[in-house]
C-alpha cells in the first residue's frame, strides 16, 4: 500500500504564492505518475497537473498553465506543486495522487490508484 500525505495549503492574498507537497511512502514507492487535482465546494474533482515520474514530462490545466509548476523529487518520493499568481477561482481542497502504470494522457481521476487526504487552499480577494 502506498501512503500521500500533502502539506502546504493554507490562506493566501490573490496574487499571492503557495508551494503544496506531496510525501510519498509504503511498500517500495514505485509510481509512473503522479498528479495534483482540486475539489471546490459544490463542485467535481478537476485535474490541476500530472508529471511522469521517469523523464518528467508535464501536464497542465489550462487555466492554470503558466502560473503553476509541478516537479518531484525521486531521491525524497516527494511530489511539489508550485503556486504563483494565485486566484480567488483557485481556491479548493487539492489532493495528490499516484498511479502505478504509465497511460498516455493522465488527466482523469478514475485513472489515479492512490490518493491524498487534501490540503485546503484559500484564495481571498
Known amino acids: 500500500q502506498v501512503q500521500l500525505v500533502e502539506s502546504g495549503g493554507g490562506l493566501v492574498q490573490t496574487g499571492g504564492s503557495l508551494r503544496l507537497s506531496c510525501a510519498a511512502s509504503g511498500r517500495t514507492f514505485s509510481s509512473a505518475v503522479m498528479g495534483w487535482f482540486r475539489q471546490a465546494p459544490g463542485k467535481e474533482r478537476e485535474f490541476v497537473a500530472a508529471i511522469r515520474w521517469i523523464g518528467g514530462s508535464t501536464y497542465y490545466k489550462e487555466s492554470v498553465k503558466g502560473r503553476f509548476t509541478i516537479s518531484r523529487d525521486n531521491a525524497k518520493n516527494t511530489l511539489y506543486l508550485q503556486m504563483n499568481s494565485l486566484k480567488p477561482e483557485d481556491t479548493a481542497v487539492y489532493y495528490c495522487?499516484?498511479?502505478?502504470?504509465?497511460?498516455?494522457?493522465?488527466?482523469?481521476?478514475?485513472?489515479?490508484?492512490?490518493w491524498g487526504q487534501g490540503t485546503q487552499v484559500t484564495v481571498s480577494n
Open positions: 495522487a499516484a498511479r502505478r502504470t504509465a497511460v498516455l494522457v493522465p488527466t482523469s481521476a478514475r485513472m489515479y490508484d492512490y
